[in-house]
């Protein structure tokens, strides 16, 4: 997970500093010169305490996750009252930050050092677990994984699209078509209950979902087998239906 320090520490105002530089210049703003000058040290503190440039910007990026999966959390409710309503808060709140800080969500995005891939990871965590309650609840037209991908696709590419448009070109429409777009892709517009015309697939989607991972009535075998056929059976009729 991202490194946590105090306020007044060396590296948090060194991190505080380049990220207030990347957001007003861009990344050729965020020099060791102008980020050690804008948090009044000494440029050799970053090269000791980060390496190199290279090094500050993971610690940016690792900066940025925090806050993200700060706000996600704050949001995050474990019982929704309706998932698919979840799903569009969520997806909002992606592209909300990509749109409002795009030099930030941008070296996010390129980011590689361990720090950021946890924190990214953690990020996905609430993602498959939105996707998991809309499988439990017999909402989901595609299998999970699909499902996450489709919501991610989206949300990254609504930003992207966002900021390759000249802003005079903007129209707001589109994020919420985009939203919309992908609600519809990937949910179903009432919870299935299965029956013999809707098949096989959405039951095995909602029970692969409510299964949990430490069921002491089947064995690690039997589990390993029950999740593999459910997993089959999910994937056959999970494109959209008309």
Do not use: C
């Amino acid at each position: 997970m991202p490194t946590r320090d105090t306020a007044d520490s060396p590296r948090h105002r060194i991190v505080a500093a380049a990220v207030e530089l990347l957001e007003n210049g861009g990344p050729d703003a965020v020099s060791t010169r102008a980020v050690a000058a804008a948090a009044g040290m000494q440029a050799p503190a970053i090269y000791r305490l980060f390496g190199d440039k290279e090094g500050l910007l993971e610690a940016v990026a690792e900066h940025g996750y925090a806050q993200f999966l700060e706000s996600k959390r704050a949001q995050l409710d474990p019982a929704p009252q309706d998932p698919v309503e979840e799903l569009r808060r969520g997806w909002d709140l992606v592209v909300e930050f990509g749109v409002s800080r795009p030099e930030l969500f941008a070296v996010m995005n390129r980011a590689t050092g361990r720090g950021s891939d946890a924190a990214h990871r953690a990020g996905l965590e609430i993602l498959h677990g939105r996707v998991r309650r809309l499988a439990a609840g017999g909402w989901l037209r595609v299998d999970e994984e699909l499902a996450a991908q489709i919501i991610q696709a989206t949300g990254r590419g609504a930003v992207i699209t966002w900021h390759s448009t000249p802003a005079e070109r903007r129209n707001p429409a589109l994020l919420t078509i985009l939203r919309e777009s992908m609600v519809a892709a990937v949910t179903r517009t009432e919870p299935t209950v299965p029956a013999a015309e809707a098949g096989p697939a959405p039951a095995a989607r909602a029970l692969r979902a409510a299964l949990p991972d430490d069921a002491d009535v089947l064995s690690d075998a039997e589990q390993r087998l029950l999740r593999e056929w459910l997993t089959r059976l999910a994937a056959d009729g999970g494109a959209p239906q008309a």
